[in-house]
């Protein structure tokens, strides 16, 4: 056994992270639609909760539309305000 | 002018007809106000989120008008006066929703199946 072979106590990374995006600047749509549901559902958990940035990856300008669009869709009753398994 | 779109919840016991007299109403208000109706889509009997009224179905209507903005708070007053109005949300709309609309309108793609996808 060779004598400088490193032992670590813990198995290092080796796969990558994949970078987030924004989905809305990549496919270039400017405006998010309060009356299409089932786009809706794809920014909320089960409990129709809107999903933080950090899992959606949109960029702040977008998330703002997303979570204005998801209110204006729960006060025509489109969405739920809380319920459970949505999806 | 500014480009508005109009949806309402009226109740479900309106007869068929009773549905299209409110809906002509409310577009003869906004062209009586010197608006224009761009767009109209009835979507019917759906069922709601959660109960409004203690019904738990409604009779949607979509209207895209174009209005001057003094206008909007004559109508506001008489959809809050009807009492077939279960609930409305008027928006206003930015150019990108302009073309968002037309494009939905006409089946061209808006960009939201490549979204739907990913």
Redesign the interface.
């Known amino acids: 056994m060779a004598k400088n072979e490193i032992k670590y106590l813990t198995a290092i990374k080796t796969d990558k992270r994949v970078k987030k995006f924004c989905?809305?600047k990549k496919?270039?749509?400017?405006?998010v639609?309060?009356?299409?549901i089932?786009?809706l559902k794809?920014f909320l958990n089960d409990q129709g909760k809107l999903l933080p940035r950090r899992l959606s990856g949109n960029s702040l300008k977008y998330q703002r539309k997303v979570s204005d669009a998801v209110k204006?869709a729960?006060?025509?009753?489109?969405?739920?305000?809380v319920?459970d398994l949505l999806k | 002018m500014n480009n508005y779109e109009l949806?309402v919840?009226f109740t479900p016991v309106l007869s068929e007809d009773d549905f299209k007299v409110a809906q002509k109403k409310f577009a003869k208000l906004v062209v009586d106000n010197g608006g224009s109706v761009v767009a109209e889509n009835a979507w019917g009997l759906k069922a709601?989120?959660?109960p409004?009224q203690k019904k738990t179905t409604?009779l949607y209507w979509?209207m895209e008008f174009t209005a001057a903005p003094e206008s909007m708070e004559r109508l506001k007053i008489q959809l809050l006066r009807d009492e077939s109005v279960l609930?409305h949300?008027c928006?206003k709309l930015?150019k990108?929703?302009v073309?968002?609309n037309a494009r939905k309108k006409s089946g061209v793609k808006?960009?939201?199946e490549?979204?739907?996808e990913?």
């Open positions: 989905r809305f496919y270039g749509m400017r405006y639609d309060y009356k299409d089932e786009f794809k204006k729960r006060q025509m009753a489109l969405l739920p305000y319920t | 949806m919840i709601l989120a959660y409004i409604g979509v609930r949300l928006t930015d990108y929703a073309e968002y808006t960009g939201n490549k979204m739907m990913s």
